[in-house]
């Protein structure tokens, strides 16, 4: 995802969620492209721009659940989207070599 107004306008943020609210979220708007695209009458607009905003409900146990929702509010083509940065390659650290361990001797009584 790519942010294009507000305060956060061209930072780009990767949108994780391990809750039931966030994967709906997220099969929703997965579900919405797939239909537009499928339906064929999209004129090469299938990205879907989004708010991203929330909302809950009240639990008897943990009492107020938040969970994200996906507003699709506008559609462009892929050629017309932000420009994207490119993804950088992470290296691992490099680790220190392994220190010898003293050997222990165990005795069994």
Same mark, same amino acid.
């Given at each position: 995802?790519?942010?294009?107004? &507000? =305060?956060? *306008?061209?930072?780009? !943020?990767?949108?994780? =969620?391990?809750?039931? /609210?966030?994967?709906? #979220?997220? #099969? /929703?708007?997965? *579900? #919405?492209?797939?239909?537009?695209?499928?339906? /064929?009458?999209? &004129? /090469?607009?299938?990205?879907?721009?989004?708010?991203?905003?929330?909302?809950?409900?009240? +639990? %008897?146990? +943990? &009492?107020? !659940?938040?969970?994200?929702?996906? @507003?699709?509010?506008?559609?462009?083509?892929?050629?017309? &989207?932000?420009? %994207? *940065?490119? =993804?950088? @390659?992470? =290296?691992?650290? *490099?680790?220190?070599?392994?220190?010898?361990?003293?050997?222990?001797?165990?005795?069994? !009584?």
């Amino acid at each position: 995802m790519k942010c294009l107004d &507000g =305060t956060d *306008a061209g930072i780009e !943020v990767r949108f994780r =969620t391990p809750t039931v /609210g966030g994967i709906q #979220a997220v #099969a /929703g708007s997965i *579900a #919405a492209v797939r239909d537009r695209y499928n339906g /064929g009458q999209h &004129g /090469g607009k299938i990205s879907p721009i989004v708010h991203l905003e929330k909302d809950s409900y009240p +639990h %008897l146990e +943990h &009492g107020r !659940v938040w969970y994200p929702l996906l @507003t699709i509010v506008d559609w462009i083509s892929p050629e017309d &989207g932000p420009e %994207l *940065a490119p =993804t950088p @390659t992470e =290296t691992p650290p *490099a680790s220190p070599p392994p220190v010898e361990q003293p050997r222990r001797s165990r005795r069994v !009584v």
